[in-house]
């Protein structure tokens, strides 16, 4: 059993104690979220901050070896996680507007996806594929039941295939805002964004990568949440499939559950947000970097070049390396992925370079605050009535990110909880964090419990892992 392990380059140096406060940590923010959809709510911000503390406490104790702390403690919060879930994602509104059938197919998610807490050796993988399945007819069912939502991002990307398909560069294209000229919510696009006869001066917001993944949603099935759909299944999956070992990859399957199960996941995909996406190619950089070893360099650049904010991860990679020339594969992974990222995004910049730089980037920057975002500085504006500085995120993050090098584990679940750490911070006192953006926190978090090596008696197996990188 050793030959089929020699690709891997992990020791079993992950403690339960950790991952139980990464494991509090996807249940408290999904809760959060759940309380106003992830906009701003006094009890939510509460929630969000004790999701802090569960992340902060999973780093600090990261080299904390414990023996009260058994491996049937994280099972029992996966488990009760999942009953929990259940509940509040059977009780949103997306759901109640389903199919009898639809509906059964949600109860059936976590149903089969207990049933991996049994020894189902060689059938174990088959069940993830089941689950996923059974949850993608589900997502199916909530986006014909809400063909037509009337929200701008999911407009964007479905005019934007529609350009592309003709020939027309993305960029230049010009929308109609749903909201009209003088609709409630155009103030929120930041000064000229808007014209005034309520068309978008920027058709999309997004690097070229995010409209190409969801171009073939809208070939196959005129929307593009199917890509989304596909993407949110994808990743539950290969975080059932990222352990080497059936015994091992019992954890990975339930948590992959529980991020199906994510409270708000349906009115995620019901806005078309991009960040299911994002968790797809995060997914393909966890499962590289735990059985792939030589695909991790182009995984991380189809991942850097989703969304902007993918960058935060950067300073992080080297959590995902060892040995006296991780330097050296630090140079060569991060080469890699530059010139995937250059070769997908140089096409769109040079057919226009002046709509390229102003969507992508300096939009990012112009956005108006946010007084619904569930955000530390709108609880101050709430309590001051001024608007607190908007760039405090930044360095925030650079301190989450000096604090995780310093005492995180040098290995994938490291690396995931450092990114779900910094990304965190970064949305709480930033301008403008929704639900779409903690549910990408939560997606990394629970790979931070799929990619665990935990000790021997975790996984109720007895296989030896190599204790040196391949």
Known sequence: MVDELTFSPWNRNDKVVSMLGMALFVLSIGYAIDLNNGFYRRQALLWLTVSLACAISALMLSAFETKRLSSRSLVVVLVTGIAIETVLLLESSEVQHLARAAFVAIVAVPILGLLQLLDLERFRIPLVVVVAATFFYAGQSVINSFPNPRDDVRSWQQATSAALLAGKNPYQVRIFSPWGPHGPNTSFYGAGIVDQNGYLTCALPYPPLSLLMVVPAYVMGNDIRYAQLLAMVLSAALMGMAAPTSGDRRIGALVGVVFLLTPRVFFTLWEGWTEPLMMLNFSLVMFCARRWWKGLPWALGLFLATKQYSVLALPLLPLLLHGPERWKQL????????????????????????????????????????????????????????????????????????????????????????VTLVTTLFFAFGKQAFCNYYYFTIGTACWSLAAANLPLSFAWSHTVIPSSPA
């Open 331 to 418: 140079r060569a992974i991060v080469t890699k992925a530059g010139i995937l990222v250059a070769v997908i995004n140089l096409p769109f910049l040079l057919w226009h370079v002046h709509q390229f730089i102003r969507a992508v980037i300096l939009l990012r920057v112009m956005p108006p605050f946010r007084a619904d975002a569930l955000s530390y500085l709108v609880w101050i504006y709430s309590l001051t009535g001024r608007i607190p500085p908007t760039w405090v995120g930044v360095p925030v993050a650079a301190a989450a990110a000096a604090l995780v090098l310093w005492k995180g584990t040098r290995s994938p679940a490291g690396f995931a909880a450092g």
